[in-house]
């Protein structure tokens, strides 16, 4: 079975610059997360989908932040314009829900760096 | 704002030696998982535990919870220099309700 996949894995771009992030989640899988992850911290949710559908965005600065799920299988991240702070690895996770078990598969992220 | 909170932040241990993190939560749950974290790598599931079990076992992994002081552990045993990396403990309130993830434990076991 594929993972989670994931790209770039690596981007470097400067302060109010444009920045969009990809991710294709397990075959199958209807539940889509993104996550922000600041060095020596835990994930933070920023986006969970259902299908095509958003359940979840509270923790997603929409003023530079934005993120899509088309047909229900890849999504794209982006931030426009990128701030120093929002240097981080971005995580992409799905999930089979509706099992009472929500046991997320991880891809292996894309670091951002801003300067 | 996060759920979770490890103790300790940072484990040092010899290979072949047990060791043990601990994680705290705020609100009531549905269940709890813990995740390892290789360096530049996402996350990896490891075990999840139902709010109604107290104690679940899988290979060197050992998770105990107590809902009525809201804390967790995970116990790996025998560790290997494999295990080194970070673990989060992770909580569900209620069914298809985000993960709140804790801050997590670097683990480093030496050889």
């Known amino acids: 079975e594929a993972g989670v996949a994931q790209s770039p894995r690596y981007k470097i771009i400067e302060k109010r610059q444009s920045v969009a992030f990809w991710c294709n989640p397990i075959?199958?899988?209807?539940?889509l997360y993104w996550y922000q992850q600041i060095l020596g911290q835990g994930p933070k949710l920023l986006i969970q989908?259902?299908?095509?559908?958003?359940?979840?965005d509270s923790q997603l600065p929409k003023d530079r932040f934005s993120a899509e799920r088309l047909k229900g299988v890849d999504s794209t991240l982006k931030i426009q314009p990128a701030k120093l702070e929002d240097s981080a690895v971005y995580l992409c996770?799905?999930?089979?829900?509706?099992?009472?078990?929500?046991?997320?598969?991880f891809g292996a992220g894309t670091r951002l760096s801003v300067l | 704002s996060q759920q979770g909170e490890e103790d300790p932040q940072a484990l040092s241990i010899q290979e072949g030696e047990n060791a043990t993190m601990n994680c705290s939560y705020k609100?009531?749950?549905?269940?709890l998982q813990w995740y390892r974290q290789n360096s530049g790598r996402g996350l990896v599931h490891l075990i999840l535990?139902?709010?109604?079990?107290r104690e679940k076992h899988s290979g060197r992994l050992r998770v105990t919870l107590d809902t009525s002081k809201k804390s967790s552990s995970l116990l790996i045993t025998a560790s290997r220099a494999a295990d080194t990396a970070s673990y989060f403990c992770?909580?569900?309130?209620?069914?298809?309700?985000?993960?709140?993830f804790g801050k997590g434990t670097r683990l480093s076991v030496i050889a």
């Open positions: 535990i139902r709010s109604n079990e």
């Open positions: 609100t009531s749950i549905n269940n």
């Open positions: 992770a909580t569900e309130i209620s069914g298809n309700t985000p993960l709140v």
């Open positions: 075959s199958g899988h209807a539940t």
């Open positions: 996770a799905s999930s089979l829900v509706g099992q009472g078990r929500n046991i997320q598969y």
């Open positions: 989908f259902q299908n095509n559908g958003v359940v979840d």
